[in-house]
Every structure is written in C-alpha cells, then in structure tokens.
C-alpha cells in the first residue's frame, strides 16, 4: 500500500520476489566491498544482491561521492583499505627487486596508470619504503638499489683504471 501511494520508494530484486530501499542497497553494497577485501566489481555486487546493475551503480556513485575512502574506478569500488594492503604488497616486492614501474603495478593489479601512480604517491615514504625518481616519476626505487648500483659503477670504473 505504501509502495502503491509512492510513500516509500523502492527497488525489486531481478527476480521480483524480494524488494529492497535505496537506503539499504547502499549498505548492502558497503557491506559487499568489506567483505570482499576492499575491492569488487559492480557486476559481482549486482549479482550477490540479486539486483539490477543499474540500481548499483547508482548506489556506487553516491558512495564514491559521499565517502572519500571508496574509489569508483572502472566499473569497481577500491576502498582506501585495499589500497593500504596494495601498498603493503607494492612495498614487499619494491624491498625485493629495488625498483619498480607504475605501467607494471598497472598490468599486475589491472588499475589504471594514473589512479595507480596518485595512490601509490600518497603511500611513499609511508606504507611505501622508497622513493620516485625524479627523472621518471613512474618508477619507484629504495635507497640499497641506489648504492647497489653505485657500487657496481664505482667497481666497474676502478677495475678500468687499474692496469693489466
């Protein structure tokens, strides 16, 4: 009846049976990024919800307006939680290798450069142990990667200069 006198607004389910308010899709849908991990595509929460892709994407974006730790990017919600684990993970492998490149964070994590390359910004020096270059701001280096090379060039020049 309320439904009928336009009191209370409402979404049906893709199967008709079930009804829901604008109010709590948007809480279902947070409640779908939380759960999992801080990142998920609006086609999987559609799915989970049993509702119209249309009503969740209208729902993504008022969240990506409305809260500043939730990204709508290409068709998925990326929590700033996922992005701290991202960097947590970015930081380990930079440790490893030394150096790293944004267009190669891109193809591993399927994130756009320039999302990547502000996100990851904002956690260097932080969660992030290294620092860009200043030559190429897409590459991101640690201080031992610097003296490893240095070393090598400082044994290479002094190996030339020593006669044979």
Do not use: W
């Amino acid at each position: 009846k309320l439904i009928e006198l336009k009191l209370i607004e409402v979404i049906y389910t893709s199967d008709g049976k079930e009804y829901i308010t604008p109010k709590q899709l948007v809480k279902e849908v947070r409640d779908e990024i939380y759960v999992s991990g801080g990142r998920c595509g609006l086609v999987e929460i559609a799915k989970a919800l049993n509702v119209d892709y249309s009503h969740v994407e209208n729902a993504a974006q008022q969240i990506s307006k409305s809260d500043r730790d939730v990204h709508l990017i290409l068709g998925q919600l990326v929590s700033d939680m996922y992005l701290d684990d991202l960097a947590r993970t970015v930081n380990e492998t930079l440790q490893q290798k030394g150096t790293l490149s944004i267009p190669s964070l891109t193809k591993e994590y399927d994130l756009p450069a320039e999302f990547l390359l502000e996100q990851i910004g904002q956690r260097v020096g932080s969660i992030i142990e290294g620092f860009k270059d200043e030559h190429d701001p897409k590459v991101i280096m640690t201080m031992n990667y610097i003296a490893r090379n240095r070393a090598k060039v400082r044994g290479v020049l002094s190996a030339i200069t020593v006669p044979t």
